[in-house]
């Protein structure tokens, strides 16, 4: 949930700031950006693998959604289905209470993502079922090459060298 819930931030607060960062920071996503997406590396101590999934951008596009109601899966984010992350992530943005009861209009930047690379857990020894799980992010089977329509906000740039 941690993960989900920082994607949330991430996505309302660059669907908040997209237009506005124009001036001196560095530019927004361009088709052709190397981009990845990571996931795992808890603990203090011990810390759990980090799986990613990499890619370019083969094309952007800005949208408007409602920012509605997060779903209530029930269970606590380690008994998390890939399932449930694929319906608390077709919902985001989202929040937990609306203020006012009235639901907003938010801009989020979508892209299409070119599939170059990625690294999955492939049991929950391997690692816990999250976004990235047996070859899929989310519900979306990974092949090399394959476009997958995907927030933008859930990617950072790639480091160089990788």
Do not use: N
Not at 91 to 105: F, K, N, R, S
Request: negative net charge; charged residues 15%.
């Amino acid at each position: 949930m941690a993960v989900a819930a920082g994607l949330l931030v991430a996505a309302v607060g660059a669907a908040e700031v997209a237009p506005a960062a124009t001036s001196g920071a560095a530019p927004g996503p361009q088709v052709g950006d190397c981009v990845i997406f990571r996931e795992g590396a808890a603990g203090l101590l011990l810390k759990t693998p980090t799986y990613w999934l990499q890619g370019s951008i083969a094309a952007i596009a800005r949208e408007q959604r409602q920012l509605g109601l997060c779903p209530r899966i029930g269970k606590p984010a380690a008994a998390y289905t890939p399932a449930d992350y694929a319906l608390l992530a077709a919902a985001m943005p989202c929040v937990a209470e609306l203020a006012g009861g009235v639901p907003l209009t938010v801009e989020v930047l979508r892209v299409r993502l070119r599939v170059a690379d990625w690294e999955t857990p492939w049991s929950p020894q391997h690692g816990t079922t999250g976004w990235l799980y047996r070859g899929q992010f989310l519900d979306q089977p990974l092949e090399k090459g394959a476009l997958i329509d995907v927030d933008a906000a859930w990617f950072e740039r790639c480091e160089s060298g990788r």
